[in-house]
């Protein structure tokens, strides 16, 4: 016997709501279904189980609830009845509660969507393309997930290493969001783990070491000192890197959303776009010349100080990031031609800035300040990050060994 209820999951988003599922339970095992609705905790009757009416929404979420429990209901009986000599689990009445097929690409889409509704653009954007090359590669519209193999990865990965000529960490990106879709259709009960192709004697999925360069002080002050004619886009895009830097490095995303509101009494606190971290750090006099440059063009307090984000809709969120990643694309063209006017062979892009940072820092600031600094979670990561730049230790053991 099955039975069906709502409940309130415990976990809420960002926002601090909590997501409706729907609990089937069978045998004493229980699977979820995300209604993919969310509702403040003091909104929800746990005894009735529904939206209590001081929701404005209520009426319409409990007839939501109240349909899907019903087209549930009348699926179970449907297996029941049709599949009366076969092992019913609670995986098998999830994948049909949810339609679902073993379709690889049905799972992707089902995946994208709900990064869409969670509003993770950046995310989205990085993976759309991966899973759509990966249908080019397969060269078919549905793909069952049993048949994806580790011999067919490992060709797959060949095809992006010698085909669309990617690097050895973007190919990995790519076995990531396969993997990720994978482990979700495992969890959905839609395949089986053992067609796992993942993990130990399988597709291991491993970094592997990329090389960070950044700027030197003499780099540096050749940018600061290099003539460009005031108000150019060269000029702009100088100043947009210089902030970065001056500020140890803090991303594009983050420069370009910066408002004249978040500057108080000589510093900058802001939240980070990547993981809504506040942060708060003192502003260097080099900034404030920066700032000057463009506080003619300020109108209100809450204006971007830049002026890619200009005029956009601050609540929509997708034209933000999309609008982000066109300007980063923009100043890292004209980020090129300086460079090639100051003489700097490097490739000088806006992530650099960080590296940059990195490298003139190098063993001058503890770990501990650094970690501060860089706004890393962890110490752990600081450490892996710096080890790119600190090389004093190992110039010094090779030079005792060999300088006889």
Known sequence: MSTISAILRKKANKQGQYPIYLRVTKDRKSTFINLEQYINKSDWDEKTKRVRKSHPNSVRLNNLISKKIAEAGEKIIEMDVGMEKQKQDVKAIRKKLINVDNDFFTVAEHYLNNLERLEKFNQ???????????????????????????????????????????????????????????????????????????????????????QKVGLTEEEVKKLEDLDLEFGSKEWHARNVWLFSFYLAGIRVADVLKTKW?????????????????????????????????????KTTKDDYIFPELKGIDKKNKKSIVSTTSNADKNLNKYLKRIAKLAGIDKKVTMHISRHTFGNISGDKISIQMLQKLYRHSSITTTVNYQSNFIHKDVDDALENVIGF
């Open 124 to 210: 989205l954007n990085a993976d759309k393309p991966r899973v759509n090359c990966f249908k080019s590669f397969l060269k078919c519209e549905k793909f069952p997930l049993e048949q994806i193999t580790v011999p067919l990865l490992k060709s797959f990965q060949t095809y992006l290493l010698l085909e669309k000529k990617l690097s050895q960490r973007t190919i990995t990106n790519y076995l990531i969001i396969i993997r990720t879709i994978y482990n979700s259709a495992i969890s959905d009960g839609i395949v089986d783990i053992k067609h796992y192709p993942f993990g130990r004697n399988k597709v291991q999925i491993k970094f592997p070491e990329t």
């Open 261 to 297: 509101s978040e500057i108080q009494d000589g510093r900058l606190q802001y939240r980070m776009n990547k993981n809504q971290k506040l942060v708060s750090l003192k502003i260097p006099d080099k900034i404030l010349i920066i700032l000057s440059y463009y506080e003619k063009d």
